[in-house]
C-alpha cells in the first residue's frame, strides 16, 4: 500500500541554520505530495505541495521538489527562524476514483534555538 | 473565506459512553475527510464523504461511524469509548478543484477517562 517515510526526529537548530527533513514515499498511482505544519495545540496547516513530477512547492521561505526517480519530496529552508518550530508531516495523496486519502508521515519536530 | 471549524475543542468522556462530533468545511467544500490523530500511531484517516455519501473508509472499528449533511457539514461519533479513543480528531475538507488538497481545522481533542 501507499506509505511515506520521514526523517526521524526530534531536529534541534540555531536560528539561522539550514534545514533539511527527508521525505521519501511509496505509491502505486501518481500521487500529490504535500508537507503540512502543526504547531503546538493547533491543527494541520497546509505548507506547500506539487502535484506531479519535477514539481516545485514553496511558501515562506520552504521549498520541495517533487523528485519522481528518487521518490522523494524534501523540506528545505535556507535559514530558519525561532517561529518555525513545530511538527512538520510529509504527505501523500492520491485519489482513487473520486474518493480521496492523505497518507502520512510520523512528523519531525523542529525545535529552532535563538 | 473562513477556515474549517470544528466543535467542541475539547471533550472529556469516560469509558463506555459515546461522543459526536462537529465539522464546518470551509464554504464551497463538498467533500469531508476525517483524521485520528495520537501519540503511537500518528495521523490516521478515518473516513471521507461526499455529497453525503461516505466515499472511503480507514481501517477502525464499526464503532467509529460518520454522516453528512445536505449543507456539507459533517459529524463523526464513536460509540462505547475505550481509553485508546483518547486523540485529537482532525477534520479536513476539500473542493473538486482543489484535487488531493485537503484544509485542516484546528481539531477536537478528546480525552477518555
Known amino acids: 500500500g501507499d506509505s511515506v517515510t520521514q526523517m526521524e526526529g526530534p531536529v534541534t537548530l540555531s536560528e539561522e541554520a539550514f534545514l533539511t527533513i527527508n521525505c521519501t514515499y511509496t505509491?502505486?498511482?501518481?500521487?500529490?505530495l504535500f508537507w503540512y505544519v502543526q504547531y503546538p495545540g493547533e491543527g494541520l496547516q497546509l505548507l506547500l505541495k506539487a502535484t506531479k513530477a519535477d514539481d516545485k512547492g514553496s511558501n515562506k521561505g520552504f521549498e520541495a521538489t517533487y523528485r519522481k526517480e528518487t521518490t522523494s519530496f524534501h523540506l528545505e529552508k535556507g535559514s530558519v527562524q525561532v517561529s518555525d518550530s513545530a511538527v512538520y508531516f510529509c504527505?501523500?495523496?492520491?485519489?482513487?476514483?473520486?474518493?480521496?486519502?492523505?497518507?502520512f508521515g510520523s512528523g519531525t519536530q523542529l525545535t529552532v534555538l535563538p | 473565506k473562513a477556515g474549517v471549524t470544528q466543535t467542541p475543542r475539547y471533550l472529556i468522556k469516560t469509558r463506555g459512553q459515546q461522543v459526536t462530533l462537529s465539522c464546518s468545511p470551509i464554504?464551497?467544500?463538498?467533500?469531508v475527510s476525517w483524521y485520528q490523530q495520537t501519540p503511537g500511531q500518528g495521523l490516521q484517516f478515518l473516513f471521507e464523504y461526499f455529497s453525503e455519501t461516505q466515499r472511503n473508509k480507514g481501517n477502525f472499528p464499526g464503532r467509529f461511524s460518520g454522516r453528512q449533511f445536505s449543507n456539507s457539514r459533517s459529524e463523526m461519533n464513536v460509540s462505547t469509548l475505550e481509553l485508546g479513543d483518547s486523540a485529537l480528531y482532525l477534520c479536513?475538507?476539500?473542493?473538486?478543484?482543489?484535487?488531493?488538497?485537503?484544509?485542516f481545522g484546528p481539531g477536537t481533542r478528546l480525552l477518555v477517562l
Open positions: 505509491a502505486t498511482g501518481y500521487p500529490s
Open positions: 479536513a475538507s476539500s473542493d473538486l478543484a482543489g484535487g488531493e488538497t485537503q484544509y
Open positions: 464554504s464551497g467544500h463538498r467533500s
Open positions: 504527505a501523500l495523496g492520491i485519489s482513487s476514483g473520486s474518493a480521496r486519502q492523505l497518507t
